[in-house]
Nanobody, 114 residues
């Protein structure tokens, strides 16, 4: 059983930055894929950014050039650096990992508002 714990959410003004962290109970070097999803009120959960085991990354068009996903292979932590935040980025952000099965964290709330 893999556990994922997100942190780093909070309230930030438009144009600001936040870094989300996802602490995994297993090494992130052994995953098939790891990534970040988000769900805004009334919307479906959507992919924000994903990292595959070969190192390639995918981003939603809405965050390209603003968000960066990275992993601490020496440890067990996945990051999401979010810059130039917009009100429409407001959502609960979830960490996801696939180690042959899908695992989800409980989410961390990001609110972008002036």
């Amino acid at each position: 059983q893999v556990q994922l714990v997100e942190s780093g959410g909070g309230l930030v003004r438009p144009g600001g930055s936040l870094q989300l962290s996802c602490a995994a109970s297993s090494s992130i070097s052994s995953f098939v894929s790891m990534g970040w999803y988000r769900q805004a009120p009334g919307n479906q959960r959507e992919l924000v950014a994903r990292m595959l085991s070969g190192g390639s990354t995918n981003y939603a068009d809405s965050v390209k050039g603003r968000f960066t996903i990275s992993g601490d292979n020496a440890g067990n932590t996945l990051y999401l650096q979010m810059n130039s935040l917009k009100p429409e980025d407001t959502a609960v952000y979830y960490c996801h990992a696939n180690y042959g099965m899908d695992y989800w964290g409980k989410g961390t709330l990001v609110t972008v508002s002036s």
